[in-house]
């Protein structure tokens, strides 16, 4: 099954990289979209179906906790899996966005922790006690 994705970086440069990675991984992708920051990515998973949203921290209007947080309070978009792809280092940070069951991919990344990332969340099921 193709997987729809919203891509959500404020960084043109990086979305664009994600984009290509997620290419060169194997998965069979379906549309691919993109967001500038957490607001617009709450308008596109509104507008279309998505799959997968993957989700930089750091971005101007609404980051990407605020986005998350948004996400699970809604109930037609607090089952869609979400990937946090940043470089944040802070690992206090990392495990409270790791507590609100979403994955944590330090950025850049190659396509094989992509791809393995993504078939571990379709496999169990996001939001899966144990998911961590
Ligand atoms: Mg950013």
Same mark, same amino acid.
């Given at each position: &099954?193709?997987? =729809?994705? /919203?891509?959500?970086?404020?960084?043109?440069?990086?979305?664009? &990289?994600?984009?290509?990675?997620?290419?060169?991984? +194997?998965? /069979? /992708?379906?549309?691919?979209?993109?967001?500038? =920051? *957490?607001?617009? +990515?709450?308008?596109?998973?509104?507008?279309?179906?998505?799959?997968?949203?993957?989700?930089?921290? @750091?971005? $101007?209007?609404? =980051? *990407?906790?605020?986005?998350?947080?948004?996400?699970?309070?809604? $109930?037609?978009?607090?089952?869609?899996?979400?990937?946090?792809?940043?470089?944040?280092?802070?690992?206090?940070?990392?495990? @409270?966005?790791?507590?609100?069951?979403?994955?944590?991919?330090?950025? $850049?990344?190659? $396509?094989?922790?992509?791809?393995?990332?993504? @078939?571990?969340?379709?496999?169990? +099921?996001? *939001?899966?006690? *144990?998911?961590?």
């Amino acid at each position: &099954m193709a997987i =729809n994705v /919203l891509i959500v970086d404020d960084s043109k440069v990086m979305r664009a &990289m994600i984009k290509k990675t997620m290419e060169m991984s +194997g998965l /069979l /992708l379906g549309e691919i979209r993109q967001a500038a =920051n *957490g607001k617009e +990515g709450i308008e596109a998973l509104k507008e279309d179906w998505i799959d997968l949203a993957i989700v930089d921290i @750091n971005m $101007p209007v609404m =980051n *990407g906790e605020e986005m998350i947080d948004s996400m699970r309070e809604d $109930p037609d978009l607090k089952d869609i899996p979400i990937i946090v792809v940043s470089t944040e280092g802070s690992k206090t940070r990392i495990e @409270n966005l790791e507590q609100k069951g979403v994955r944590f991919i330090h950025k $850049p990344f190659s $396509p094989e922790i992509i791809r393995d990332t993504v @078939n571990d969340i379709l496999r169990t +099921g996001e *939001g899966d006690e *144990g998911a961590a």
